[in-house]
């Protein structure tokens, strides 16, 4: 059974789902789901607690304007919300949420969150070819996490689609990864950065060539039969 995650953010105890390569959303199979859901829960129980808006560890939604925008979707999708749904302004936290079902063409999954709400999209596992699909025709997302024991068709996906960045059973780790460039697809991003890759996106390479005056060769003036023979055996040393 294949499990593909969309591309873009994931949520995470460690900064509320404030992250450019978190995950946005997650596409899982309908014949799992129940699993998956219940084993999510129990991370989140296990990272933070029964209640995390009294965690301290837990952090806050960076300003009250995102914490409001975080409530009013959340709202939107209360009659979905299985696990989390409550925040406190005063604090600015809000608990991560998961809401299920949710389909590939609702609002909540088509813009980046930026906030620890998390749409889980299901699939039938032997429709997944079509979710791929529905994914290549949106923007392309900054990363791209893939779960799944089937190396031989992750490699094909990566090789395929278009993203930022990806993980194979794994997430956010490909941004520490030294000596290697960090970027975006159209819209998630232009250039690339880190290390060499960062220095040669703001650096602006230009080519000066500094000619003489005298001693120059004729093989591009008029006219061109003069000395032909001569000009082809230089043209011929120049290509070797």
């Known amino acids: ?70 409530e009013a979707e959340a709202k939107e999708y209360e009659d979905r919300i299985l696990f989390g749904g409550k925040g406190n302004r005063e604090t600015q936290k809000f608990e991560p949420t998961i809401i299920y079902p949710v389909a590939t063409n609702e609002k909540i999954v088509n813009h980046e969150l930026f906030n620890p709400l998390l749409p889980i999209v299901p699939y039938e596992d032997d429709k997944i070819d079509e979710l791929i699909e529905e994914i290549s025709r949106r923007e392309h997302g900054l990363s791209l996490y893939i779960f799944t024991r089937n190396k031989r068709w992750a490699k094909r996906m990566f090789a395929t689609m278009q993203y930022g960045g990806g993980c194979l059973n794994e997430v956010c780790v490909h941004l520490m990864v030294k000596g290697v460039p960090f970027n975006g697809v159209g819209h998630s991003g232009m250039g690339a950065y880190h290390g060499d890759a960062g220095f040669r996106e703001f650096t602006h390479s230009s080519t000066v060539l500094y000619g003489k005056t005298k001693g120059n060769l004729s093989l591009r003036e008029h006219p061109y039969s003069k000395g032909a023979e001569g000009k082809m055996r230089l043209l011929e040393l120049f290509e070797r």
Do not use: H, W
Request: proline fraction near 6%.
């Open 1 to 70: 059974m294949k499990r593909i995650t969309f591309p873009s953010n994931y949520i995470t105890v460690i900064d509320s789902g404030q992250i450019c390569i978190n995950i946005n959303q997650v596409a899982v199979a309908k014949e799992i789901a129940d699993d998956f859901i219940k084993e999510l829960r129990a991370a989140f129980n296990k990272s933070l607690g029964n209640d995390p808006l009294t965690n301290p560890e837990y952090p806050k939604l960076i300003t009250a304007r995102a914490y409001d925008k975080c």
